[in-house]
């Protein structure tokens, strides 16, 4: 099949998809009625011939709040398969990040070249940093994509950590385990540790970011003084449901363990479970259902209160990462300077662009390209957007024309030997800020 008809193929797929709702449910689904076995998790014998599995996203024994598993119930067992062996790791990387030194300047690059004809999603993968210790299950690593081709006969694991997977340019059918998902842009996909999964084009190709988090799971935020509502409702998370395929043909099975890509060649696909139920689950999430909170009376209110998800550590408050956009929305504070104000910040932010424009940086900062501010770097809005909002009339102004995201961290990240040495680093990124003039009187 030619890339443009699979790609007709994928679309027609995701066009008809439906969805379980509902972030941390115990979502629970069959592909085939009476394959779930009620009662019980592992019968005698499961139902319809099938094997009982369970995948466990944390230890047995973490807090019922913490907990995520799911049970399986599959055509063959997971155990079934040839050794695995090592292959080229391309251009990813893992934890910890020793290649170059980390870096205090401020960085930006544009959009990742395309890429050759016939790659994949796996294959386009290319590490732009991170930090922390995957072996240690802890930090986390960005990475950016470009592809033009689907994933045929071959699928994709990461034992390291959960994938979040952000389209920039392109769709994406991801079929899982668990059943498939479709992600545009404007939407996020959360793959969990350890959940197998192939992604077709939607489109003749796709861009975009993941979020590596090889800490604790994404979770929602606490609301805290905002209440019971607001920010990212659980209910508008998307799981899958049940999906199977019963194919038996060579299929290439890629596992990420500890930082290196490991190859084994099934006899079998996979992706043959029917049914399942649980809370070890894939999602996607549109991000323009975001509730955006902000000031109605003056001053910009931190980029915290934009977060989506967050990843928690043994400090309360301080997360190992936390995802956060920056949707549409109105700003209407009264003697104010609207942009994000100028900071220095002990977390590190790295920026990306889905669409349009992003209000504190007038030019440069493209959709598909990103920026890196580590902790204690200075950085604002460049000088044309100071100037302008610092003479802007404070009626009501409506920010629609730009879709922008963030992956904030505790630690500095540290850019691989690649991204600091890239053909599309922006050498002359200091100098947006270079025409803050001098307005002192005293």
Not at 150 to 162: H, I, L
Not at 412 to 434: E, K
């Amino acid at each position: 099949m030619s890339e443009q008809a699979g790609s007709e193929q994928a679309r027609k797929t995701a066009e008809a998809l439906e969805y379980l709702t509902g972030f941390g449910n115990e979502h629970s689904s069959e592909a085939v009625p009476g394959a779930l076995p009620l009662g019980r998790n592992s019968p005698q014998r499961a139902p319809l011939g099938l094997y009982a599995e369970q995948l466990s996203g944390s230890a047995f024994t973490e807090p019922r709040s913490h907990n995520r598993r799911s049970w399986l119930y599959r055509i063959r067992p997971s155990a079934a398969h040839p050794p695995f062996t090592r292959i080229d790791n391309g251009a990813l990387r893992t934890a910890p990040f020793t290649e170059a030194p980390a870096d205090p300047n401020r960085l930006r690059w544009n959009p990742l070249p395309d890429p050759a004809p016939g790659t994949d999603f796996l294959a386009g993968l290319w590490t732009l940093g991170g930090n922390g210790d995957a072996t240690q299950r802890s930090g986390m690593a960005v990475h950016l994509y470009a592809a033009n081709a689907s994933m045929t006969d071959r699928v994709f694991s990461d034992s390291d950590g959960e994938l979040l997977i952000v389209p920039e340019r392109g769709g994406l059918l991801l079929r899982t385990e668990l059943g498939l998902l479709a992600a545009r842009p404007g939407d996020v996909a959360l793959i969990p540790r350890g959940v197998r999964f192939r992604v077709e084009l939607l489109d003749a190709d796709a861009r975009g970011y993941v979020c590596e988090n090889y800490g604790q799971p994404f979770v929602l935020p606490d609301l805290g003084p905002i209440g019971a509502n607001g920010l990212a409702a659980a209910r508008d998370f998307r799981a899958p449901v049940a999906a199977y395929e019963d194919v038996e043909r060579p299929t290439e099975v890629i596992n990420k363990f500890c930082g290196n890509l490991w190859s084994a060649t099934y006899d079998h696909s996979p992706l043959d479970v029917v049914a399942w139920y649980g809370t070890h689950v894939p999602y996607v999430y549109d991000l323009r259902r975001f509730n955006v909170l902000g000031t109605i009376s003056y001053d910009h209110p931190d980029p915290s209160i934009f977060t989506v998800l967050t990843s928690l550590s043994d400090t309360p408050g301080l997360a190992g990462v936390d995802f956060v956009v920056f949707a549409p929305r109105w700003l209407v504070g009264e003697d104010t300077f609207r942009p994000p104000y100028f900071h220095r910040n002990v977390m590190s932010e790295y920026m990306g662009l889905i669409e349009g424009a992003y209000d504190a940086k007038a030019e440069g900062f493209v959709p598909g390209g990103g920026s890196l501010h580590n902790m204690m770097s200075a950085h604002g809005p460049d000088h044309e957007t100071f100037d302008k909002a610092s003479a802007a009339d404070l009626k009501p102004q409506k920010i629609d024309d730009g879709l922008a995201f963030m992956f904030e961290t505790r630690w500095p990240i540290t850019a691989t030997a690649q991204a600091a040495g890239a053909d599309h680093l922006q050498r002359g990124y200091d100098d947006v800020w270079q025409g803050l003039q001098r307005h002192f009187r005293a």
